[in-house]
C-alpha cells in the first residue's frame, strides 16, 4: 500500500487527471535522457506497434538500469510508465480500482474519470518491448517490478488481472502447477490484496507484497518477493540524526526481510522538501533497503549513480 504524502506536484497530477487528457499531448514531446548520469544511455527503442495506446514518445531513449529505483505512483507522471523506463527505473507502480469490468488507473474514484486502463498503460506497452527485445530495459538483468495497488474489492480485483494476464504469460514470472517460472516482468500486489483467492489457481502470475506483521520464515519468492511497511512506523523526517530506537528499528525490519529471502521497501518517506530527500533516501541505502520509492524521477536517479548504485 502506498500513501504518500501528498506533494503540489501529485495535486496537479491529479488534478490533470480529471480534466480531459488528450493522447497526443501525453506523447508529443520526447522524454531526454539524464544529461549528468555517470553511465552509459541505451540506444533508442524501436517499438513501434501502431495499435498501442501509450506507445513510446518520440525520441525515448530507456535510461541505464537502476535496480534500486521505484517509482512510486507512476501513472501520475506526464507520461506513465515512459517516465520511469527514461530514467531506468527498475520498477514502477500502478494503483487499480475495478469498475464496471474494468482495470482502471487512479489513486482516487475521481482519478478513474480518466478512463485509462491498466492493460493499456502498462501490459500492452510493456509487453512490446519484452516481445521485441526480451527485456523491459536492455541492461536490466533481474525481472522489472509492476508492483500494482489494489484500491477495493480486493477479491473481484484480483481475479479480474490475473484473468487479464493470461493473455500475457510470455512476458510474466509465474507459478505453474506450483512451479515457478521466470520471466521478463515480476507482477506484485499490494493495498487491499486478500492472496488467497489466487493462491492455489493452476497458473498464478502475481505475487504479494507483504507488510511487518506478515514476514515469512522461509523463503518464498514465488509467493512474497517484497515486503513494505510505512515509514510512518519510524517517524524522523531527516533534521538531525534519526534517533538510536528508529535506526535500530529500521536496520532490524531489513535484516528480518532480508531473512525471508524478500525485498524490502518503504512507503509514505518524506519528499517535499528538495534538501531533505536525499538524507531520507541515504538512511534507508545505508540500512540495506532494497526498493526506494519517490516521485522526483531524475532526483534519485542522480542520487543512486552518484553513489554508483
Same mark, same amino acid.
Given at each position: ?25 501525453? #506523447? ?7 544529461? &549528468? ?7 533508442? +527503442? #524501436? ?84 516481445? %521485441? +527485445?526480451? &527485456?523491459? @530495459? ?54 487491499? &490484496? ?13 505475487? *504479494? ?6 514476514? !515469512? ?10 515486503? #513494505? %511497511?510505512?515509514?510512518? *512506523? @519510524? ?12 535506526? %535500530?528499528? @529500521?536496520?532490524?525490519?531489513? /535484516? ?15 519528499? @517535499?522538501? !528538495? ?11 545505508? /540500512? ?13 536517479? %542522480? ?7
Amino acid at each position: 500500500m502506498s500513501r504518500g504524502p501528498v506533494t503540489r506536484r501529485g495535486l496537479l497530477g491529479r488534478a490533470a487527471l480529471v480534466g480531459a487528457i488528450s493522447l497526443g499531448a501525453l #506523447s508529443a514531446a520526447p522524454i531526454m535522457p539524464n544529461a &549528468r548520469a555517470e553511465k552509459p544511455l541505451i540506444g533508442p +527503442s #524501436s517499438t513501434a506497434d501502431p495499435s498501442l495506446v501509450n506507445p513510446p514518445p518520440p525520441g525515448f531513449v530507456p535510461g541505464s538500469a537502476l535496480v534500486r529505483a521505484h517509482a512510486h505512483n507512476d501513472y501520475l507522471h506526464p507520461r506513465p510508465l515512459w517516465d520511469a523506463l527514461a530514467a531506468g527505473f527498475g520498477s514502477v507502480e500502478a494503483d487499480v480500482w475495478y469498475r464496471e469490468g474494468r482495470l482502471l488507473l487512479g489513486h482516487t474514484r475521481v482519478e478513474t474519470l480518466s478512463a485509462r486502463t491498466l492493460e493499456q498503460w502498462y501490459i500492452q506497452p510493456l509487453a512490446a518491448l519484452v516481445r %521485441e +527485445s526480451g &527485456r523491459v @530495459l536492455p541492461d536490466l538483468e533481474q525481472p522489472f517490478q509492476l508492483l500494482i495497488d489494489v484500491k477495493e474489492e480486493g477479491a473481484a480485483t484480483l481475479l479480474a488481472i490475473e484473468e487479464m494476464l493470461q493473455g500475457y504469460r510470455d512476458i510474466l514470472c509465474r507459478v505453474e502447477d506450483g512451479r515457478a517460472v521466470d520471466g521478463a516482468i515480476q507482477v506484485v500486489y499490494t493495498g487491499n &490484496r486478500p492472496f488467497s483467492v489466487i493462491s492455489t489457481a493452476p497458473v498464478r502470475f502475481g505475487t *504479494m507484497d507483504g507488510h511487518d506483521g506478515d514476514v !515469512p520464515t522461509a523463503p518464498d519468492p514465488a509467493r512474497m518477493p517484497l515486503v #513494505s %511497511e510505512s515509514w510512518s *512506523m @519510524l517517524g524522523w523526517q531527516g533534521f538531525g540524526s534519526m534517533p538510536a530506537d528508529q535506526e %535500530e528499528h @529500521l536496520e532490524r525490519f531489513v /535484516a528480518d526481510v532480508h531473512a525471508s529471502g524478500a525485498r524490502a521497501r518503504f512507503w509514505g518517506a518524506p519528499e @517535499l522538501l !528538495p534538501g531533505r530527500r536525499p538524507v531520507i533516501w541515504d538512511a534507508q541505502l545505508n /540500512a540495506g533497503v532494497d526498493l526506494i520509492g519517490t516521485d522526483h524521477l531524475q532526483h534519485l536517479r %542522480e542520487h543512486l549513480l552518484a553513489r554508483g548504485l
